[in-house]
Structures are given as C-alpha cells and as structure tokens.
C-alpha cells in the first residue's frame, strides 16, 4: 500500500519521499533507512507535512520464534523510532498516520467493532496462541506510537481491514486464484466476520484524515458493509463467474496453511470491523458493498491482461 499511496499523492502533485530499508527505484524521492537508527533520513521529516509510516514486516508467514520477532521488532521499533526523531524536531509534520490493525478488536460474530464500543482482543477464552500474539502486537504498536511524546504532531492510528488491490501477491489475489480454479467456497465453518476495504477508499481515506484536523486517535479504515465469509466468497466467485466453490473445512486449512508457510488466523479469524468515525465526519466510501468492490477489481484485474 506504500505504492498505492506514492502514486495517489504524486499524481496529484505533492512531492512524496518513500523511506526504504532497501535498493529501490521509483518515480518518486526515495531516501535509505534501517528503521533502527537515526541517519540522514531524518532530515527529510524536518518540514515535512506529513508522514505516513507503514513499515513492519509481513504477516503472511508461519508464526514462528524467528518471524514473531521480526513482526514484532519492525512495528515497535521502528514507531518508537519515529516518535523520538519527530518529537526532537524544530519543523516535525503536522499530523503523522501510523498502520495498526483491524486484529486489534475480538473475534466477533455478534456485533460490529467500531472505535467508540468495540473491544479490544486478547481475553477470550480458547482463543489460539496465534491470535493473541497478533493483538499484543497490535496493542504494543499502538501504545509506543500514542506514548511518543510529539506535541507538535497530530497522530492517528489507522486500524486498517485487508485492503484489496488488483496485484500480484495482494489478498484479492490469492483469493481470486482459488475462487478460479474452483476452490473458493466457505473457508472453516463461514460464519466468520471479513472486513475488507478497497485501494481507492483506502488511499482517499488517508487523504481525508490528512486534511481533516480534528481527526486524531484511532480511526477503523474499512468499509461500511462487512460480508460473512460464505457471503464474501460468494460473491467473489460471482465476480469471476464461477459457479461453484469446494470448501475448506479447518482442517484442510490448517494443512494448507502448513504447506503454503502461513497462519489460518488471517481468514479464520472473525473481524466485524465498522469505520464509525469516519461515517461520522462525513467521509463518502466510493465502494461501500463488497459486490461492487468486487467486480471493480476483477475488471481491474483483467484490464491489466
């Protein structure tokens, strides 16, 4: 989504500075950090107006010793890094957006999480080791980017549902590749809550929160209208007009998961999240139903060839 938002920002004529922990070429400035350590990088945020920080590794890995450290490292360390160098600034960015996850809040099958009444996770009994170390990952982001003493700065923490670009490697990618070959049925039992958001209301819901000054604290970024996950495939399947989809019980899932080196949490796990606040300082979401959102990106998916 760095890319997503690179391209929205410089196509509409901001100067954008991507801060990259490695070799790349862009359209846009790009500057080398480590995430670790202070360097010349920080002089980049001197004047900035923004900054919009997503750094943290991936979570579509098996969760073991190794990875959960790096999950965890990559967020915390580099936030509170981030905090120290903006909070030592004479010019630090008027607002700073930090990720989060919608995987903050419980499993939730009864009702909707939205920033005034949900409930944060990590309490429920039974629930699998895995889960609970995505939430203290989740908690422990959120509290070093609250903690970080940055009085100049605004700070918002976009608890973010999966986002869907039409890309390779992207989620609706590997969905749509099983929905096409006729495995994109109910994935567990399928009653478990999606929360989902498409690229575009993502990248203008980022836009929003810059612009909108009042805005601060946690905001959910995700559409309107979660889908079950029965429904969810469903209609994905409808979007690539296919019939039929075999479902994944959980134990095939576990297996598979095994195989492929990833967690079953990120499609058993139910997330019911509700973008309240944003709904209420009058953001509009150009795909509020996961149908049209759907059929977008499969259109967009095909127009790529």
């Known amino acids: 989504m760095g890319r997503v938002l690179a391209r929205y920002f410089s196509q509409r004529g901001h100067h954008v500075i991507v801060l990259t922990r490695g070799p790349h070429t862009a359209e846009w400035q790009t500057v080398h950090w480590d995430a670790q350590t202070p360097g010349i990088w920080t002089q980049y945020l001197d004047g900035a107006d923004v900054c919009i920080n997503l750094a943290g590794r991936s979570v579509n890995c098996r969760y073991t010793a190794e990875n959960r450290a790096e999950i965890y490292n990559s967020r915390i360390v580099s936030t509170r890094l981030l905090g120290e160098v903006i909070g030592s600034l004479a010019n630090p960015p008027r607002v700073w957006l930090n990720a989060s996850t919608a995987t903050i809040y419980r499993h939730a099958l009864d009702r909707p999480m939205d920033e005034h009444t949900g409930e944060l996770g990590g309490g429920e009994k039974g629930a699998p080791d895995t889960w609970n170390f995505s939430i203290r990952v989740a908690k422990d982001w959120e509290t070093a980017f609250f903690h970080a003493q940055t009085p100049k700065t605004r700070k918002v923490a976009m608890r973010s549902a999966i986002t869907f670009s039409p890309v390779p490697g992207n ?5 749509s590749n099983l929905a096409r070959v006729g495995l994109g049925g109910k994935q567990g039992n399928g009653r478990q809550w999606v929360s989902w958001i498409h690229e575009e209301d993502f990248v203008r819901a980022v836009e929003f929160l810059v612009a909108h000054e009042e805005m601060e604290g946690p905001v959910n970024i995700a559409a309107p209208n979660p889908e079950r996950n029965r429904d969810f495939m469903a209609t994905l399947r409808d979007a690539w007009e296919m019939p039929n989809g075999i479902p994944a019980p959980w134990p095939v899932l576990e297996v598979a998961a095994f195989l492929i080196r990833t967690e079953t949490e990120l499609v058993l ?7 309240a606040r ?9 795909f509020a139903n996961w149908a049209h959102a759907a059929d977008d990106l499969v259109a967009r998916w095909r127009g790529r060839g």
Do not use: C, Q
């Open 171 to 175: 989620a609706f990618a590997v969905l």
């Open 269 to 275: 796990k139910s997330r019911r999240v509700v973008p």
């Open 278 to 286: 944003l709904v209420e300082a009058g953001f509009r979401f150009e």
